[in-house]
Protein backbone atom coordinates (compact mmCIF):
# COMPACT_ATOMS: atom_id res chain seq x y z
CA UNK A 1 0.00 0.00 0.00
CA UNK A 2 1.71 3.24 -0.62
CA UNK A 3 0.85 6.76 0.67
CA UNK A 4 -1.10 9.51 -0.98
CA UNK A 5 -0.85 13.23 0.01
CA UNK A 6 -3.19 15.82 -0.54
CA UNK A 7 -2.24 17.69 -3.25
CA UNK A 8 -4.30 20.61 -2.14
CA UNK A 9 -2.27 20.77 1.13
CA UNK A 10 1.17 22.42 1.27
CA UNK A 11 4.46 20.33 1.37
CA UNK A 12 5.82 21.18 5.51
CA UNK A 13 8.55 23.98 5.06
CA UNK A 14 12.13 22.47 5.33
CA UNK A 15 14.67 24.87 6.84
CA UNK A 16 17.42 22.43 6.74
CA UNK A 17 20.08 23.76 4.63
CA UNK A 18 19.48 27.55 5.30
CA UNK A 19 22.42 27.24 8.27
CA UNK A 20 25.27 25.54 9.76
CA UNK A 21 26.69 24.97 13.14
CA UNK A 22 30.18 25.26 13.41
CA UNK A 23 31.75 23.91 16.45
CA UNK A 24 34.99 26.01 17.23
CA UNK A 25 36.73 25.60 20.23
CA UNK A 26 40.01 28.54 18.79
CA UNK A 27 41.88 25.36 17.74
CA UNK A 28 43.97 24.86 14.76
CA UNK A 29 41.39 21.69 13.53
CA UNK A 30 38.41 24.18 14.10
CA UNK A 31 40.05 27.10 11.98
CA UNK A 32 40.72 24.81 9.11
CA UNK A 33 37.58 23.08 9.35
CA UNK A 34 35.52 26.94 9.24
CA UNK A 35 38.01 27.79 6.48
CA UNK A 36 36.90 24.07 4.55
CA UNK A 37 33.37 24.61 5.43
CA UNK A 38 34.05 28.25 3.62
CA UNK A 39 34.87 27.02 0.40
CA UNK A 40 32.76 23.32 0.06
CA UNK A 41 29.53 24.53 1.12
CA UNK A 42 27.15 26.98 0.05
CA UNK A 43 25.18 28.04 3.01
CA UNK A 44 25.76 31.06 4.40
CA UNK A 45 24.42 31.96 7.98
CA UNK A 46 26.57 29.92 10.23
CA UNK A 47 26.49 29.42 13.54
CA UNK A 48 29.82 29.40 15.57
CA UNK A 49 29.38 27.30 18.36
CA UNK A 50 31.42 27.24 21.44
CA UNK A 51 30.83 24.86 24.51
CA UNK A 52 32.50 25.73 27.33
CA UNK A 53 32.36 24.09 31.35
CA UNK A 54 32.30 26.62 34.42
CA UNK A 55 35.69 26.46 36.05
CA UNK A 56 33.91 25.38 39.33
CA UNK A 57 32.95 22.21 38.00
CA UNK A 58 35.76 21.55 35.65
CA UNK A 59 37.72 21.86 39.30
CA UNK A 60 34.87 19.51 40.97
CA UNK A 61 34.99 16.75 38.37
CA UNK A 62 38.87 16.94 38.64
CA UNK A 63 38.49 16.27 42.19
CA UNK A 64 36.16 13.67 41.83
CA UNK A 65 38.31 11.59 39.73
CA UNK A 66 40.91 11.44 41.57
CA UNK A 67 39.53 10.12 44.38
CA UNK A 68 40.01 13.41 46.13
CA UNK A 69 36.71 14.40 48.24
CA UNK A 70 34.44 16.86 45.87
CA UNK A 71 34.14 20.33 47.21
CA UNK A 72 30.97 21.85 48.28
CA UNK A 73 29.67 23.74 44.80
CA UNK A 74 26.89 26.06 42.80
CA UNK A 75 25.56 25.18 39.99
CA UNK A 76 24.73 28.63 39.20
CA UNK A 77 27.64 29.88 37.09
CA UNK A 78 28.63 33.44 38.80
CA UNK A 79 29.82 36.69 36.68
CA UNK A 80 33.57 36.54 36.10
CA UNK A 81 34.04 33.16 35.92
CA UNK A 82 37.40 33.17 33.89
CA UNK A 83 36.03 29.46 31.76
CA UNK A 84 32.96 31.85 30.69
CA UNK A 85 35.41 34.41 29.81
CA UNK A 86 37.65 32.73 27.32
CA UNK A 87 34.52 31.14 25.90
CA UNK A 88 33.17 34.30 24.72
CA UNK A 89 36.71 35.56 23.18
CA UNK A 90 37.10 32.12 21.52
CA UNK A 91 33.42 32.41 20.30
CA UNK A 92 34.20 36.41 18.88
CA UNK A 93 37.30 35.12 17.34
CA UNK A 94 35.04 32.29 15.78
CA UNK A 95 32.74 34.41 14.61
CA UNK A 96 35.30 36.87 12.83
CA UNK A 97 36.83 34.21 10.66
CA UNK A 98 33.62 33.00 9.52
CA UNK A 99 32.63 36.75 8.67
CA UNK A 100 35.87 36.24 6.52
CA UNK A 101 35.12 33.81 4.83
CA UNK A 102 32.00 34.97 3.50
CA UNK A 103 29.32 33.24 5.98
CA UNK A 104 26.77 35.43 8.09
CA UNK A 105 27.91 34.37 11.38
CA UNK A 106 26.07 34.36 14.77
CA UNK A 107 28.23 33.69 18.26
CA UNK A 108 26.43 30.76 19.86
CA UNK A 109 27.73 30.18 23.52
CA UNK A 110 26.71 27.07 25.08
CA UNK A 111 27.47 25.80 28.84
CA UNK A 112 28.11 22.11 28.33
CA UNK A 113 26.63 20.08 30.97
CA UNK A 114 27.69 16.61 30.09
CA UNK A 115 29.77 16.05 26.92
CA UNK A 116 30.95 18.47 24.32
CA UNK A 117 29.62 16.28 21.45
CA UNK A 118 26.16 16.33 23.37
CA UNK A 119 26.43 20.43 23.14
CA UNK A 120 27.19 20.11 19.46
CA UNK A 121 24.19 17.37 18.73
CA UNK A 122 21.90 19.59 21.10
CA UNK A 123 22.68 23.29 19.50
CA UNK A 124 22.06 21.66 16.11
CA UNK A 125 18.97 20.40 16.67
CA UNK A 126 17.77 23.43 18.40
CA UNK A 127 19.15 25.60 15.69
CA UNK A 128 17.99 23.44 12.93
CA UNK A 129 21.09 23.64 11.11
CA UNK A 130 21.30 21.61 8.26
CA UNK A 131 25.20 20.74 8.51
CA UNK A 132 27.65 20.39 11.32
CA UNK A 133 31.50 21.51 11.30
CA UNK A 134 33.97 20.10 13.15
CA UNK A 135 37.46 19.40 13.20
CA UNK A 136 39.14 16.89 14.67
CA UNK A 137 42.55 15.91 15.96
CA UNK A 138 42.90 12.90 13.74
CA UNK A 139 44.38 10.59 16.40
CA UNK A 140 44.94 6.78 15.48
CA UNK A 141 46.32 3.71 16.68
CA UNK A 142 46.09 3.34 20.96
CA UNK A 143 46.39 6.89 21.64
CA UNK A 144 43.14 6.72 19.45
CA UNK A 145 41.23 4.14 20.87
CA UNK A 146 42.09 5.58 24.53
CA UNK A 147 40.31 9.14 24.17
CA UNK A 148 36.87 9.38 22.97
CA UNK A 149 36.59 11.14 19.98
CA UNK A 150 34.20 14.08 19.59
CA UNK A 151 33.85 14.38 16.03
CA UNK A 152 33.39 10.58 15.84
CA UNK A 153 30.66 10.79 18.67
CA UNK A 154 28.72 13.70 16.70
CA UNK A 155 29.16 11.91 13.80
CA UNK A 156 27.09 8.89 15.28
CA UNK A 157 24.72 11.09 16.88
CA UNK A 158 24.11 13.69 14.80
CA UNK A 159 21.00 12.58 13.18
CA UNK A 160 21.66 15.47 10.22
CA UNK A 161 24.87 15.37 7.93
CA UNK A 162 28.36 16.38 9.40
CA UNK A 163 31.28 17.71 7.48
CA UNK A 164 34.35 16.50 9.56
CA UNK A 165 37.83 18.11 8.73
CA UNK A 166 40.64 15.93 9.83
CA UNK A 167 44.44 17.68 10.11
CA UNK A 168 46.68 18.50 7.52
CA UNK A 169 49.01 15.65 6.66
Known sequence: MSATSDPNQAPAPDNR???MLIAYDGSEEAKRALEWAGSLLTVKTAYILTAWEPLQRQAARTAGASGMMQPDWNATVGDGDP????AERICREGVALAAEAGFTAEPYLVESETT???AIVDAARDLDAGVIVSGTRGM???????ASSTADAVLKHAGRPVLIVPPPR
Open 116 to 118: IWS
Open 17 to 19: GDS
Open 140 to 146: SGLRGLL
Open 83 to 86: AHEE
